[in-house]
């Protein structure tokens, strides 16, 4: 007999249900399968260790009042047949010490009781309130559909099937997301960004009172007090000065998380990965406890790579679609919270050091991966709308703290990486003094500081004095309440410093030193938080699994059609030849070949890094680049990507030649034509 993984008991035809539950335990990596007790035996089963249930890993208990009781019985009735029904689930968890998550489903629109209904929900959670053994659902969110899609009337009445597919797609979906959370170790600590996150704008370049905290971002405040409220501790890691990031909060004393609900911040400009291990470092906690949220791609790509014992998820840009994915977010759940709870999550110890993650990328790899692409050009007409924002705002990495451009010429930065463009995000601003390139405005947006942009624009300004015949390179600079970055990063440098005026300095470097500079991130960077404790050895979280629940997954259709995906395509018919040859790459690097071109490469197995590879291959292959933003999704398919291939082809074909092919083919007679295209002519 194959391993049961879930047992199955209701008081109706629950068998519809077996394909959903079989598709979750596929999705969670989960063995076993799917068994039925016999119809609307949900007592005998319970109380018979020999049963399905007694035989489980897991036991599903769906019931309606209505099967239960009678109409005539009465909410008395309804009162002992929940006091017989926990106690039989009691029993039952006790003798097979598996998780049982008992779900009171709707009454029928024809023959139920909404008041049966109520009162059995009620008592049975009342019952198990805190248990951590036996869990209650009374319904079937946040999966729950539209009301009429919930019944189906005729499959009730002809085979007591009385919901439809939809909605024993949701009951399942809810069951499994229940036995989850009482399943699976939950993270402890939550570590959340600011910027693009907590709130809509940048808090150092829009001040405090610039960021919108809308209705959306206060829905993620409000997942964050419920979070606290269950004894999760509450961090902060944002790439700002602290004191911008404090006075968000006492402006907006309507937040339903206030500072003294942050167990700890890292708010500065070191990597995050860096601040998430000094973070564990202060709450003496493993980074596999810690759950870290951010929008940013990049800092997300950072902290996997640095950190991947951190469940590292990236939340969508938009705050109605972050909002949402927090509600799908299934490592956020508890099934039962206790005082003891709390207490014990605040005050947890772990007992043995940290172990060193075997492959763990460096931030150097992680830098040397990311495919930075710095365009210096001098600044036009079109960049005047975009400087002014940028001198205005930039305070972190503005070096002179300038707001005017008084320079002979002005350069814009436009950046670029393997997630996407930032447009432009650097200024400088420079005149010609002697031998010396005197730089009186160097600034750079925060959004891209601390990936070697900077370094980047000073390697310019020293090839640029350098074809100049200049010797020097000098950096305007006055120190600031806000610009400690920039300060860290004339540190650095190897230059001689020129006071001059009042508080301000010239930095000045040979010009070939400053055109030498490069972005370079040091062992001491790493080393820097020191040891962290962690209970296990640490082992890459399954980020991938759980953004894609929680943003492809949320909802009966979506679970429906996943199903129907899933089943296997034994054949591939009319693939082109880069679509084979995009499968063929595929099978080399996934867990799983595809056997579609409709499949998508993360549904696969595909990750951040084998995407890498797999762009290299394309290239050594096919001979054009795919730009990784185009990519970096969790649904680009075979076709998909194939399409993009085929277009970067057309694209990079030289003029010239594609010229003489038009060319030759006016040439051709319409006989000629239609022998080329007979497919039949290979």
Known sequence: MNKIGLGVAATFTAEPLGDALRFWLAELDVEGDVAFAPYDQVFPSLLDSRSVLGRAGAAVVLVRAEDLVTEEDGLDEVEAVATDLAAALRTSARASGTPHVIVVCPPSPEHGSSEAHERLASRLAQAFEGDRAVSVL???????????????????????????????????????????????????????????????????????????????????????????????????????????????????????????????????????????????????????????????????????????????????????EAA?????????????????????????????????????????????????????????????????????????FNLSGARRLDGDEKFVVDVRDRFGDYGIVGLTDVSTEGDTLRVGAFLLSCRALGRGVEHGMLAHLGALARERGLARVALAFRAAERNQPARD???????????????????????????????????????????????????????????????????????????????????????????????????????VAPTSVSDRFFELGGHSLRLVQFMARVRAEFGVELPFDTLYTTSFTVAEVAKAIEERQFADTDDEELAGLLDELAGLSDEEIDALLDPGNG
């Open 138 to 320: 009374t319904s079937a969110e946040p999966y729950e559909p539209a009301p009429e899609a919930v019944h189906d009337a005729f499959a009730d009445r002809t085979g007591n099937v009385p919901y439809t597919d939809r909605y024993f797609a949701a009951l399942a979906a809810a069951a499994a997301r229940r036995l989850h959370a009482m399943t699976t170790p939950r993270p402890k600590v939550v570590v959340v960004d600011c910027d693009g996150t907590l709130w809509d704008g940048v808090v150092g370049e829009d001040g405090p009172d610039g960021v919108v905290i809308g209705p959306e971002r206060m829905e993620i405040w409000r997942e964050l007090a419920r979070q606290v409220a269950a004894g999760r501790l509450l961090c902060l890691c944002s790439k700002n000065e602290e004191k911008d990031v404090r006075e968000v909060f006492v402006r907006h004393p309507e937040l339903p998380v206030g500072l003294d609900d942050v167990a700890a911040m890292r708010v500065g400009w070191e990597a995050k990965s860096q601040a998430l291990r000094s973070l564990a470092a202060e709450l003496d906690l493993g980074l596999d406890s810690f759950l870290f949220l951010d929008d940013s791609p990049v800092e997300c790509a950072e902290v996997r790579a640095g950190c991947p014992e951190v469940l590292t998820l990236q939340l969508p840009a938009g705050a109605a």
């Open 324 to 396: 949402d994915f927090l509600r799908h977010c299934w490592p956020l759940d508890l099934a039962a919270v206790t005082e003891a709870d709390r207490e014990r999550t605040r005050r947890y110890q772990e007992e043995r050091r940290r172990e060193q993650v075997r492959g763990e990328m460096s931030l150097a790899d992680f830098f040397a991966t990311l495919d930075l692409r710095v365009t210096i050009v001098p600044a036009g007409p079109e960049h005047e709308a975009r400087a002014a924002q940028l001198a205005e705002r930039t305070n972190q």
């Open 489 to 591: 990063f004339l540190a650095a440098l190897p230059a001689t410093v020129e006071p001059y005026g009042e508080e301000a300095a010239w930095h000045v470097l040979d010009a070939g030193d400053a055109a030498a500079v490069v972005h370079s991130p040091g062992p001491a960077e790493e080393r820097a938080a020191g040891p962290v404790r962690t209970a296990e050895p640490a082992a890459p979280a399954g980020w991938a699994a759980v953004e894609r629940i929680a943003t492809r997954l949320t909802g009966a259709d979506a679970i429906l059609d996943a199903m129907r995906a899933a089943r296997p395509v034994t054949e591939v018919a009319g693939a082109s030849p880069v679509e084979a040859t995009v499968m063929r790459l595929w099978a080399e690097l996934l867990d």
